[in-house]
């Protein structure tokens, strides 16, 4: 079982795990919208606006996969997508998508405002 924490709000973000969702065999992932309901995210020690930043995916064992990574956590467990899973952990790869990720992810971040609401509020936390 993986436990996928996604940004609801974002459009692409929402369209691509509605696909996931579509195409992954059943009781294989549980989907969180943390943009609308960030509570699970309180005992991951995770702040909404960092699980917002990337995307964050937890396996059985309790680890954590962040980012490039946790594409390649969803994809390993999905029909033909396995393929670019395996492609993903070749030498050089994943440190370089996970560079294009990243600044992908910090671009859209910056650009969306209930993202920058999650930074203001976890400010204001005492």
């Not at 971040?109 to 999650?118: P, T, V």
């Not at 203001?120 to 005492?126: F, I, L, R, S």
Request: proline share 4%; net charge positive.
């Amino acid at each position: 079982m993986l436990t996928v924490y996604y940004d609801g709000k974002c459009g692409l973000c929402r369209r691509e795990i509605e696909y996931y969702k579509n195409i992954a065999p059943a009781d294989s992932f549980v989907w969180l919208d943390i943009a609308n309901d960030p509570t699970s995210l309180a005992a991951l020690r995770i702040s909404q606006a960092d699980a917002l930043r990337r995307l964050h995916a937890r396996d059985a064992s309790g680890v954590m996969h962040v980012g490039a990574a946790a594409f390649v956590a969803i994809w390993q467990r999905l029909a033909y997508w396995r393929y670019l899973a395996l492609l993903m952990k070749l030498p050089l790869v994943l440190p370089l998508a996970s560079i294009i990720y990243n600044r992908f992810a910090d671009h859209r971040f910056a650009r969306l405002s209930h993202c920058q609401l999650a930074v203001t509020a976890g400010e204001n936390k005492p």
